[in-house]
């Protein structure tokens, strides 16, 4: 449910801390655009005046040359040099003007009247002043002081909101009640989790009863869970019910390069939230700012002062205003000792994946807008998705309502839940992949094999569907197992009949085709993964007794496990291991050995339907068995009257 908020207005959440962010990075970009603008514009004008002009030095006698010649137009006469411009320019193009320029002879008394002889115009610059000159620097440098003038006021801008360029500045998003439209009623699944919050959203709402005995107002909440099961929406709905401001932000919005940040963006944070006081902080993925401050985990200065920071601002607030800090974490395990402790987060709430009966709030709280038929069972659904997490729940009706409206039905029914749970758990069919006759065969007595050890063991669960059409995810086939009901432990005997299950497939391919394949791959990880536990975590293992030999590294995310022994016992360890996987093939060969006709039979069928549900399994499976049961006692009765007869026993 977390990632699938109802009517939360999540859209206004996918984006609440980056206002700030968006803001600086517009003022950067006019900075930017400014700076290009005015370069080009100085390398315009540059450009202009080079090609408005080219001069070309030359000599004296050249120049009188030219005089005599009636090649000059007119020269332009200064203290040092004479500007020569001719009369014919055959490179005079694009408007550039062909000039030349030699230096001044002062003791030639015959320039001007040679000059006037050849009827060139000429004239004497008159000298810059020194106004002139500071206008001419100043104009030379209005492009550079541009730029300037309009740094400084971008700067200036940027710098108003905290720090340098507004970094500073929390980012968090404030939402009000009306905004969230998130109540408990909207989450499913987790009542154990709202109780606890429930009575932080009445301490909030009537302070008064609570004070009056001396209670005190829990600093801080930590949410714990897996993925998906709803920890942001906890939160949301605690704000909306208790009906006050709701700060939201991520533990990774504190974190920037700029060291001492992170710690600015808490005290901003605190400081604005005392002042809406009473209201919410939530902090999704603290874990981002709160790891361990120990040499496990690696140093960062960073996120080290942020933390220090946040510890004492935790200590520094006032409870009997209403402010209340929430967080949630998937990985409480790396968050520091004095960050958990009382006084900082006062309440671990766990926000776990929900049992049957939570399974089926989950899934009324999401069918309540989806139109359904009356051959929709939500608990058999429930029963169906063990282990599964409120987002998966609501990705599951959304699947089935898409399916629905592409085979051009207005309502959703069963089977369309059923293909959706699929669709999700081992993706959608793979209609061009196309098998050769040989590999379906394969494929489908791997199947089977897995079925029919199910069938053929009491401590197995029941099969719901069998079906050999490749899926997306990489399955060629797979055997959908439905418990009869919700189960919390598993017997000794459950867990090796569930390992015969696992390797029955790779054993039934041995058995009809005396040789095996790739297809087993996931099967083996599995087997191997369950069989391990058995050994390490849940000692039923002979050879080792009641040892842990593996503890949990990461309990909500991938369930990561540590050893916790010597290299020499480790090793001991993948040889029971081994024994272990050995026996339950053994036991898988035995019983499709004992059940070879059965197996066989519901096989051809399973290549002629390519799906089968689990009461056409069952149905073909008892009728298989009865008549091999038949047979038996034929061949039984057989060899009774065979017999001879004993002469004492008459």
């Known amino acids: 449910m977390e990632n699938n908020q109802r009517n939360d207005g999540s859209g206004n959440g996918s984006h609440n801390n980056g206002l700030g962010g968006n803001h600086n990075h517009s003022q950067i970009l006019i900075v930017v655009i400014v700076t290009l603008i005015t370069l080009l514009i100085m390398s315009f004008f540059n450009n202009m005046l080079t090609r408005s002009s080219t001069s070309e030095e030359i000599s004296y006698s050249q120049f009188l040359e030219m005089v005599d010649n009636g090649e000059v137009a007119q020269v332009i006469m200064s203290s040092d040099k004479l500007t020569i ?7 005079a193009v694009y408007g ?8 001044r ?38 492009p550079l002081i541009l730029i300037w003038v309009v740094l400084g006021i971008v700067m200036r801008r940027m710098s108003s909101g905290g720090g340098m360029m507004g970094v500073g500045k929390s980012r968090a998003k404030v939402y009000v009640q009306k905004e969230t439209g998130v109540l408990f009623k909207d989450v499913a699944g987790q009542d154990e989790a709202k109780e606890s919050l429930q009575e932080v959203v009445d301490f909030l709402e009537n302070p008064g009863k609570y004070t009056k005995i001396g209670a005190k107002l829990p600093k801080g909440a930590l949410l714990v869970g897996p993925p998906g099961t709803g920890k942001t929406l906890l939160a949301k709905a605690v704000a909306g019910e208790a009906k006050c401001p709701f700060y939201s932000l991520s533990g990774s919005d504190f974190v920037e390069m700029f060291v001492g940040v992170g710690a600015s963006r808490v005290r901003d944070l605190f400081e604005d939230a005392k002042k809406n006081a009473p209201c919410i902080i ?29 510890l004492a601002e ?30 900082r987060f006062d309440r671990r709430v766990i926000v776990d994946k929900p049992d049957l009966k939570g399974r089926v709030d989950v899934l009324k709280v999401h069918t309540k807008d989806v139109r359904m038929d009356e051959t929709v069972d939500l608990e058999a659904i429930a029963l169906a998705t063990s282990g599964a997490v409120g987002s998966d729940l609501a990705n599951m009706i959304n699947e089935a309502a898409i399916l629905a409206v592409k085979k051009g039905r207005n309502v959703v029914s069963q089977a369309d839940l059923f293909e959706a749970v699929e669709v999700v758990l081992v993706g959608k069919e793979k209609k061009d992949r196309i098998m050769s006759k040989e590999e379906r065969r394969i494929v489908s007595y791997h199947e089977v094999g897995h079925a029919l050890v199910s069938a053929l063991q009491k401590d197995s669960e029941p099969v719901q569907k069998i079906t050999i059409v490749p899926r997306t995810m990489g399955a060629l086939g797979y055997v959908m197992n439905v418990p009869e009901e919700e189960k919390f432990l598993n017997t000794e005997k459950e867990i090796r009949a569930m390992l015969v299950e696992f390797v029955a497939g790779r054993a039934a391919e041995e058995i009809v085709f005396d040789t095996v394949t790739t297809g087993a791959a996931n099967d083996i990880e599995k087997a191997t993964k369950v069989a391990r536990a058995m050994i390490t975590q849940y000692g039923m293992s002979e050879k080792f007794g009641l040892m842990g030999l593996e503890s949990a590294a990461n309990q909500y995310l991938e369930g990561r496990t540590v050893l916790n022994c010597s290299d020499a016992t480790a090793a001991q360890v993948d040889q029971e291991v081994m024994r272990v996987l050995k026996e339950s093939y053994e036991e898988a060969k035995r019983l499709l050995s004992a059940h070879r006709n059965t197996m066989d039979k519901i096989a051809e069928f399973l ?13 073909i499976f008892h009728q298989a068995e009865g008549t091999l049961e038949e047979d038996k006692t034929k061949e039984a009765g057989g060899r009774i009257q065979d017999k001879p007869v004993d002469s004492s026993m008459q």
């Open 96 to 103: 550039i003007q062909r000039t030349y320029y030699t230096g």
């Open 607 to 619: 290549i002629e339907k390519e799906t089968i549900t689990g009461k056409e399994f069952m149905e």
């Open 105 to 142: 002879i002062s003791n030639d008394p015959y320039l001007v009247s040679r000059l006037e002889k050849a009827e060139v115009e000429f004239s004497e610059e008159i000298p810059d002043t020194t106004t002139g000159q500071i206008i001419s620097i100043l104009l030379s440098f209005a």
């Open 282 to 310: 939530f902090i999704d993925e603290i874990d981002a700012i709160g790891k361990s401050r120990d040499n496990r985990y690696g140093g960062n200065d960073e996120r080290e002062q942020t933390l220090n920071q946040l």
């Open 314 to 343: 935790m200590d520094g607030f006032d409870t009997s205003k209403g402010l209340l800090i929430l967080a949630a974490t998937n990985r409480p395990e790396v968050l520091d000792q004095a960050l958990l402790r009382p006084g």
């Open 85 to 91: 411009i001719p009369k014919n320019q055959p490179n």
